[in-house]
């Protein structure tokens, strides 16, 4: 079994000044500059063969290059069941087309549905029963990030380890985008 996901990688440009925004939560576990990404969809534990059925079929995956830009953080959860801190995406029909297609092309490699709505963002923070008012406190503080506009080519199948330090993220393949 392999725990896969298909992503956008965010340009260093575009990562590097949400760095200096990963602090203010107690016990938050700030995902590195590198694992920043944008899913596309998170395929979970995907048995071998199924992964190479899965990579054939996100290989013939079409869409035309994106051009996005990131705007506004909001975190999943309610209360003490908070569990992440993220930077939003700003509105994009293509995106959401291309997150269509990798979800069509997860069925016909055979995978489930996904049954949550998509939506896109760039999760800055993990939580684990965190205060609440430092949740409230830390999203007011950065609700008015927006980046840059910034061209995507190419999206990817990565590979997800857990480790003692939290999630370890590998490039798989990658798929350029192309109409």
């Known amino acids: 079994m392999i725990r896969l996901f298909a992503a956008l990688a965010i340009p260093y440009d575009i990562a590097q000044p949400l760095v200096p925004r990963q602090s203010g939560i107690e016990g938050a576990r700030w995902r590195p500059q590198q694992s920043l990404h944008i899913t596309l969809r998170f395929f979970g534990d995907v048995q071998e063969t199924a992964a190479d059925d899965l990579d054939l079929a996100l290989e013939a995956v079409r869409s035309p290059p994106l051009t996005l830009s990131l705007g506004g953080v909001g975190f999943f959860g309610e209360g003490p069941d908070i569990h992440a801190v993220w930077a939003g995406v700003a509105e994009n029909e293509r995106l959401r087309v291309l997150a269509g297609r990798c979800e069509a092309a997860a069925r016909r ?6 049954k949550r709505s998509y939506r896109p ?5 993990y939580l684990r029963r965190p205060d609440p008012a430092q949740v409230a ?3 007011q503080s950065h609700a008015l990030l927006k980046s840059p506009s910034f061209e995507v080519t190419r999206f990817g199948l990565y590979s997800s380890a857990s480790t003692s330090e939290g999630s370890r993220y590998a490039l798989e ?3 350029a985008l192309r109409g």
Do not use: I, K, S
């Open 109 to 114: 490699a055979g995978l489930a549905p996904d």
């Open 121 to 125: 963002h760039v999760t800055l923070a």
């Open 137 to 139: 406190a830390w999203v």
């Open 173 to 175: 393949r990658n798929y």
